[in-house]
């Protein structure tokens, strides 16, 4: 990171929270293919499950379309179910209170619903929250970033955003913030920024030179 940093920007799924872990999206990606919504787009590769993937890509395809809602209700269904269930990244306490004195914005691919439940679950506090939001393109592309910053008040050289994925990556790139990787301790990614931690736990022992 870089001195002068006043906000980080979170991604919450497997970054401060595992939700994925919980979430039945093969479940979802069936459903929204019975209804004729599943599609494809092109995204970056990433680690996540292959159903995962392609329930993201079909909400990719559909933004800014009228079958992004229905499609976007169906997910978030089973998102709010997988929620409930969620467990913490090992860290995450530390990570908090580590990181108090920033100003702080939830930028994330879940559903608004799903995010809250998440968020009251675990205490966590934010400042801005950008969930999977009608008229927001979502990551990777910048706009959510961007809406983050804005309802922040703060300029992108001032910022820095954690996220374990090249989804992350590829919309923190695009707004011109920096980013910082979460590898979660896989040892083959598409990264292509040189700050990489393999966990919260390592990264908190680095966090005072961001401040």
């Known amino acids: 990171m870089v001195v002068g940093v006043a906000a980080l920007l979170l991604d919450l799924d497997r970054t401060l929270v595992d939700i994925e872990s919980y979430v039945d999206y093969c479940s979802a990606y069936a459903e929204l293919s019975r209804l004729g919504l599943a599609r494809g787009a092109e995204t970056p590769k990433t680690y996540w499950g292959k159903c995962t993937k392609a329930a993201m890509d079909a909400l990719v395809a559909l933004a800014g379309t009228p079958s992004w809602r229905m499609a976007n209700e169906v997910v978030e269904r089973y998102e709010v179910q997988g929620a409930v269930r969620s467990a913490p990244m090992p860290c995450l306490a530390e990570f908090l209170r580590a990181t108090e004195g920033y100003k702080k914005a ?28 009608e008229g927001i393109r979502p990551k990777p592309f910048p706009d959510p970033v961007l809406v983050a910053l804005r309802r922040l008040g703060i300029n992108a050289r001032n910022a820095v955003m954690i996220g374990d994925s090249e989804w992350d990556e590829a919309s923190a790139t695009a707004a011109g913030v920096k980013f910082v990787g979460i590898t979660n301790g896989r040892t083959s990614h598409d990264f292509k920024i040189a700050e990489i931690y393999n966990s919260l736990c390592e990264l908190i022992k680095v966090i005072s030179k961001y401040s």
Do not use: M, Q, S
Request: aromatic share 4%; no cysteine.
């Open 106 to 133: 939830i930028v994330t691919l879940l559903g608004p619903r799903a995010t809250a439940v998440v968020l009251e679950k675990f205490g966590i506090r934010a400042d801005a929250v950008v969930a999977r939001e």
